[in-house]
């Protein structure tokens, strides 16, 4: 459905889905069903689905950055994550296909899978300006662009949630910055931690505690170093 026109199904603050939207998660959904029909799923466009008790759950994001994706834009991803277990995120244009078994992670592309090796070299970091805002006026995403020890290590960048992450894991990118509050289960976030945190990244809130419910935000970083220079400039404008 790429490059088509599509109709926008309004889902209020100012947030949308498409028919792409709908259909990929159809389609992800009969994978999952075909292979594990006991299985619950809680998919971004059609909610929670299967056995309320049911041991397994798959948090389904069927297409990140729809916006991009509706105007042309192949800055996109598709995530699937069990939840505290495997998870992946497929960039559908490069080909490119992030995934972790819970422990280690890879990228698999043209039929070649190499382990994913965070780097801060690029010196990329991704920054979330989309709201809501839910630390704000304590913790202001764009504040931290504007930070001067930031300019000077730094260049920002923005871009699909799940990319961004699963580029941190593969050195493409040395960090990624969000506003928040718990994303461990979200169904936008939880794949790209999850490869994240098995290529050795170093994630937290932006509070620098644990992602979870006491969690707020999400720094992920490619080394200890770039998240300790991250958090320092988040505590100061604080």
């Known amino acids: 459905m790429y490059g088509l026109r599509l109709t926008r199904i309004d889902k209020g603050a100012g947030d949308f889905a498409t028919a792409a939207d709908v259909e990929a998660e159809k389609a992800i959904l ?3 069903r075909a292979a594990r029909p006991d299985d619950a799923v809680l998919g971004e466009e ?8 049911a041991v397994r759950q798959w948090l389904v994001d069927p297409l990140c950055g729809t916006l991009n994706y509706a105007v042309g834009s192949m800055l996109a991803a598709v995530n699937v994550a069990l939840r505290n277990g495997a998870a992946a995120v497929a960039d559908p244009f490069s080909g490119e296909a992030f995934f972790t078994d819970g422990k280690i992670a890879w990228v698999r592309h043209d039929g070649v899978q190499t382990r994913l090796a965070p780097t801060p070299a690029t010196q990329l970091v991704d920054v979330n300006l989309d709201p809501p805002f839910p630390n ?3 913790f202001r995403a764009v504040d931290l662009l504007a930070h001067p020890e930031f300019v000077k290590r730094f260049r920002p960048r923005v871009v699909s949630t799940t990319l961004a992450l699963s580029w941190v894991a593969a050195g493409k990118r040395a960090a990624y910055v969000t506003d928040g509050g ?5 169904v936008h976030f939880a794949a790209g931690i999850a490869v994240c945190r098995a290529a050795g ?3 937290t809130g932006i509070d620098g505690a644990p992602i979870g419910q006491a969690g707020r935000g999400l720094v992920a970083a490619a080394d200890a170093e770039t998240h300790g220079l991250l958090m320092s400039m988040i505590h100061s404008r604080r």
């Open 30 to 32: 009969g994978v999952i």
């Open 182 to 186: 718990d994303l461990s289960e979200s």
């Open 46 to 53: 059609g909610g929670q689905q299967g056995a309320t008790g």
């Open 136 to 138: 704000a006026p304590g």
């Open 201 to 203: 990244c170093v994630v």
